[in-house]
């Protein structure tokens, strides 16, 4: 993938980089770790513009992490730009949104783009008939998130 986007002069994007670039020390197999060498050797020596991404920072090699120029965090949506998304989602659907799902937005949690665009995947198939279907859609997208599952303790 070097090698071809070297000779295209192309733009090289990763998705689920750490699929090859996980932390050597926890490596069980040595193909493990000769796949991060070659990785890292492929990456220090390419000369265009390379892109990973990745929700597993925290599995990555620290050696992979030298050889990133910048290292840009996406975290969860303010909810501010939740019911700007919101709104802008609603109008492609041809829906009036209120107040209330302006309220009922901000309570959800942990909302980010790639939900909105799942629910509207999955509106090929269930097609979304509301504002409000669509707010349940997100919840039920949100819901199904390791950092959704979290109970707290307390009245």
Do not use: C, Y
């Not at 409000?132 to 707290?152: C, I, N, W, Y």
Request: glycine content about 4%; charged content about 30%; proline content about 3%.
């Amino acid at each position: 993938m070097f090698q071809e986007a070297s000779q295209e002069k192309a733009v090289l994007i990763l998705d689920e980089a750490d699929g090859f670039l996980r932390r050597r020390e926890n490596a069980e197999r040595s193909w493990e770790v000769s796949q991060v060498n070659e990785m890292l050797t492929q990456m220090e020596t390419f000369d265009g513009v390379f892109i990973a991404s990745t929700n597993l920072m925290d599995t990555l090699d620290a050696a992979s992490l030298r050889r990133f120029d910048l290292k840009i965090e996406f975290r969860f949506l303010k909810p501010e730009g939740a019911w700007s998304l919101f709104q802008d989602t609603a109008v492609s659907l041809g829906f009036d949104v209120e107040e209330s799902d302006h309220l009922k937005l901000g309570r959800v949690r942990n909302l980010t783009p790639g939900d909105f665009a799942n629910v509207m995947r999955q509106s090929r198939l269930r097609p979304i008939k509301s504002a409000a279907q669509l707010l349940d859609q997100l919840k039920a997208e949100v819901a199904l998130k390791p950092e959704s599952r979290t109970k707290s303790l307390g009245f």
